[in-house]
């Protein structure tokens, strides 16, 4: 069997609170409190297999998406990339990695230095990694444009981002991301923020680069039909922690945990004969730094039983290669 | 026809790169420059004012008709004492027989050096302290936040009297002293502009390419914070004049030089502020006018960062 590219194996992400001098002199002897926003995720993404990380917002998805790649720091877990541990790497061992994996954000409008040319946005990984010459980089960074969709690539090179429309800003980010040849795509909410006119267009072009790359992608999003769209496996996140992950058809024909039941019957249908029932659960995610000792969504799960409340559920297999982290199914 | 088709784009890759390697960027901040001055008839005054301080500072030494540090005498070997303005001394003369006019002219070189040098060299040192300071935080940033409240403390007099007692009174020690107390202001301001330019997924996509902390701050960070570091340095300008006229003007200046302060402060103490108004009023003037001229220069570059200035569009 082949390494995964990305492996994560119980990743944890604490956020202190009140962790500025004037709170630890007022509350000195109180205990740290902490936002467990990602809290023992494991999952992991073959070469060229697309995954996606679903949930409520405030689940910790994108965290636990940034942690993966290292853009936040993991207060615990391992990471492998490529079965590489990634958790100790740093300086140089660090930077080569930032050239395999890249990351595009929710908001192009954010998400691009409004101070950059596209040219100079998108040659600057090159510029970092010391690639090619000067005419190398020009002509890789011409073909990238191209790539993405920004034609002819002369048009938009000297253009700022203030001058682009929203689609050709993500494009943009595209190009940006995909200029250094990687191997892992961590798209977050790529096409959120974008008009439904140009998401579908936005949405293909991923699909066409994974292929033509061969990426290896994690798309992270609350938007269980992109993801449909998008992805081989999905995993649902409920407060910092998987409740279950399956193959794409499985996970949206035939979920088993309650919430992701709740999930899938909340996305909207286009079909006007089709009653649809209201959300089957009550109540919000609860403050992420609560403490419980047993299953994290039982205050709000329709099915709770007694011994939900006595520990931590852990994964159970339902069917093949797909886990549901629910007392119903214990075997 | 497809041979042909690809080598006129690679033509055009050629030229472009060419275009866009670099040098369009200050093109780019000229544009925005002119941009930002255009229809803002009070700054455009700034800069007409702030060039004739330029050119009568650089050929100074052309357009004074006297040595400004000669002893001028009459005919007859008498020095000629406070004479009133005349066509031979357009601005009379001081004390010691001085032409007034070649004095001011003079004069603007110091007040060029010191305010160009002085808000440089505290700009220079506030901006990095607030990018070093919001970029890194934590420890970095207490140690750097409570260096500038010390600096708040320092009054400015006391500190280049003392400086100057020790240095010795040179301009050079003046201009040092300014930078030493003025670039506390710069350096908070930056700092809480990289506290929210710090934050912006753009930042965190160029740590994600792999750029090092020193790229992220001065080719990410740096360039968002650069129409506040221009009007601190404006604003820097006009103190540093104000501040080196004061300096002077209580006697710690330099000796051998001839500033606007320093001739305020010889007219004082010839006793001749209140008779010889054609020795006050000129290099007064002249502070007056530089500073107001950076003033309103700076005033229109807060446009930037101010939108409550901006004029509805």
Redesign the interface.
Known sequence: MTEPKLRVESLEKYFPINAG?ASKLLNWNADQQYVRAVDGVSFEIEPSESFGLAGESGCGKTTAGKTA?R?LEPTGGDIYFDGRQLTDLSGSE???F??E???I???PF??????F?V??WVA??LD??DIGT??ER??RV?RTLDNVGLE?P?AY??E?PGDLSGGERQRV?IA?AIV?NPSFLLADEPASMLDVSIRASVLDLFKRLQRELNLAALYISHDLSLLKYMCDRIGIMYLGKLVEVGPTEEIIHNPKHPYTKALVASVPEVDPDNRRDGASIGGEVPDPTFETTGCRFANRCPEVMPRCRDGEPPMFETSDDHYTRCVLYES | MSTQNRTSTEDEYDILSQHYGGRSRLRQTLAAQREIFRGERLGQIGLLLLAIFLFVGLFAPLLAPYDAQEKLRTDDGEIKRMEAPSTEHLLGTTRLGRDVLSQVLIGTRIALIVGSLGAFMSVFIGTNMGLISGYFGGWTDDILMRLTDIIYGVPFLPFVIVLVVILGPSLLNVILAIALVQWRSTARVIRSQVLTIKERPYIEAARAAGGSDVRVLYTHILPNVLPLVFLYGAFSVGWAVIAEASVSFLGFGDPLSVSWGKMLFTAYTANAIRTAWWWVIPPGLSINLLVISVFLIGRTYEKVSNPELRERE
């Open positions: 001098l790649i853009l660090l930077k080569s930032r050239r994996a890249q990351i954000y929710q908001d954010e998400s691009l230095n409004p101070r040319s040219y100079d600057e990984p970092i990694h000067e005419e020009t002509e011409y002819p002369s090179a000297g700022y980010a940006r250094l």
